[in-house]
Every structure is written in structure tokens, then in C-alpha cells.
């Protein structure tokens, strides 16, 4: 059974940053994509930035060039480094992790506010 669990939300002022960590444990699959999701209130999940089993990135229009998301392999384990933050950004933040199956973290609350 898989378990995503992720930790690093918190409350930010705008221009800070946090590190948003997702750790996967259980039966996975030896080649799996990565990503990070995002739902604000009223809104509906987007997608913020995923990374490929071969370490292809890609992201949001409104996130590129502020997060950057990466993976450690051996510890099945995915960051999303948040920089630049803006009130915008706040949301819950989720961990997807996608083997042909789809699973999801509790999510992880930031919030962006001075």
C-alpha cells in the first residue's frame, strides 16, 4: 500500500520561501512521475510542477523560474523549493506520485501573507 507524506507549509511574508518535502513509502513501482498539485479556496487542483522517472521537468506558467521541484531517488522522495513567494501561491499543497496508479499525500498548507 502506498503512503505519501508530506511536510514544510507553513505561513510565509511575500518574496520569502519554504521547501515543501514529499516522502513515498510502501510498494512502488520502479519507474514513476512525480508531482505537485496545488487547490486554493473556491478553486480547483492545478498542477504546479511534475518531474518524469528520467528527471524531465515541467511547470506551472505561473510558478516557472520561482519553484523548482527535484527528486531523490533512493529515498523516493520529491522537493518543491518555493521562492519568491506571492499571496497567490497560497493554497494546500498536494504530492501526487503516478506509477499507472495514482496516489496522493494529505496535503500541506502555505500560506503567503504579510
Known amino acids: 500500500q502506498m503512503q505519501l507524506v508530506e511536510s514544510g507549509g507553513g505561513l510565509v511574508q511575500p518574496g520569502g520561501s519554504l521547501r515543501l518535502s514529499c516522502a513515498a513509502s510502501?510498494?512502488?513501482?520502479?519507474?514513476?512521475?512525480m508531482g505537485w498539485y496545488r487547490q486554493a479556496p473556491g478553486k480547483q487542483r492545478e498542477l504546479v510542477a511534475g518531474?518524469?522517472?528520467?528527471?524531465?521537468?515541467n511547470y506551472a506558467d505561473s510558478v516557472e523560474g520561482r519553484f523548482t521541484i527535484s527528486r531523490e531517488n533512493v529515498k523516493n522522495t520529491v522537493y518543491l523549493q518555493m521562492n519568491s513567494l506571492k499571496p497567490e501561491d497560497t493554497a494546500v499543497y498536494y504530492c501526487?506520485?503516478?506509477?499507472?496508479?495514482?496516489?496522493w499525500g494529505q496535503g500541506t498548507q502555505v500560506t503567503v501573507s504579510s
Open positions: 501526487n506520485l503516478n506509477d499507472g496508479g495514482s496516489y
Open positions: 510502501g510498494r512502488i513501482s520502479s519507474i514513476y512521475d
Open positions: 518531474v518524469t522517472g528520467g528527471g524531465r521537468t
